[in-house]
């Protein structure tokens, strides 16, 4: 069982605003739910963020809501990358083990909440001799401040390819207030990426009945020209964003970095330490 470990901090940023709630501290070795712990009781909590919102579910025992576990939905996806979760109380259980907290927090669905993270990379440019920097699209989280790869929810029946396209545009490129930038992507996403990670993220915002889960997909542009036209600008839930060198280094949001290995892996590219 591969730990997850943001989830696990006491006063995770999303919760900032309602300070008051606090995980349970878990150890690692009380993260299985193989661990016995008897009167294990963490905070039920769902943000009244989520409450009546179209992109999220009813409480649990709300009348008439009986979703299909482990199934696709009607539009919602409630299938994990990573296998059958259990469900227990009428609640899906975390699959990678305790975070301290229950509930949903502030994410929207019950179990897998799914999104998609595009990762758009160039060369460095005007890097003459050497060895050759990765870059890649890097925003900054209005909700944590930290930065991240420039990814979103997959909204219900939506493709994943279209998240990718949408996400990159809404917060890398902010479509949303100039619609006229969406045509100078041209075909960058058209090819749906490589994937090279699919499945669970290690999010702050994970509880004990829901959790974040992703596909990472990667766009290069060898050459650089096209991708170096695009006008980068912050929007929707960013406020920054910025070509970035790939390393080992870099602190991002949840196991963003740990995608970006994947990525300089197969690009051959030294990650360090
Ligand atoms: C992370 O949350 C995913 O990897 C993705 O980057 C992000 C999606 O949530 P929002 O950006 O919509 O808040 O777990
Ligand atoms: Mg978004
Ligand atoms: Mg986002």
Redesign the pocket.
């Known amino acids: 069982l591969q730990l997850h470990h943001k989830c696990r901090s006491p006063v995770a940023a999303p919760y900032s605003r309602a300070p008051s709630v606090l995980r349970l501290a878990v150890a690692d070795g009380a993260v299985p739910w193989s661990a016995p712990w008897p009167d294990y009781a963490p905070r039920d909590y769902t943000d009244p963020c989520v409450d009546g919102k179209p992109w999220a579910d009813p409480a649990a025992d709300a009348e008439g809501f009986a979703p299909r576990w482990n199934a696709l939905d009607g539009g919602v996806d409630r299938r994990s990358h990573d296998g059958e979760y259990a469900v227990e109380g009428g609640r899906p259980r975390n699959p990678r083990g305790r975070t301290g907290l229950a509930g949903r927090g502030v994410l929207g669905r019950w179990g897998p909440n799914h999104?998609a993270?595009p990762i758009v990379t160039r060369w460095r440019p005007g890097a003459d001799g050497g060895a050759r920097v990765l870059q890649f699209v890097a925003i900054r989280?209005r909700?944590s401040g930290e930065w991240?790869?420039p990814?979103?929810?997959v909204d219900p029946g939506e493709a994943v390819s279209t998240t990718l396209r949408r996400e990159f545009l809404e917060e890398a490129m902010n479509v949303l207030q100039d619609p006229g930038r969406e045509k100078l992507v041209g075909d960058l996403f058209s090819s749906g990426g490589d994937v090279v990670y699919r499945g669970y993220?290690d999010?702050p915002?994970n509880t004990d009945n829901a959790w974040?889960e992703?596909v990472?997909s990667h766009f290069h542009d060898e050459k650089g020209d096209g991708v170096a036209a695009l006008p980068l600008e912050a929007g929707d839930?960013a406020v920054g964003v910025r070509w970035t060198d790939l390393s080992a280094d870099l602190k991002l949001?949840?196991s963003?970095s740990q995608f970006l290995k994947a990525v300089a892996d197969k690009m051959g590219v030294a990650w360090g330490a």
């Open positions: 999104a993270d989280r909700d991240a790869l990814g979103g929810m993220v999010d915002r974040m992703t990472a839930d949001y949840a963003h």
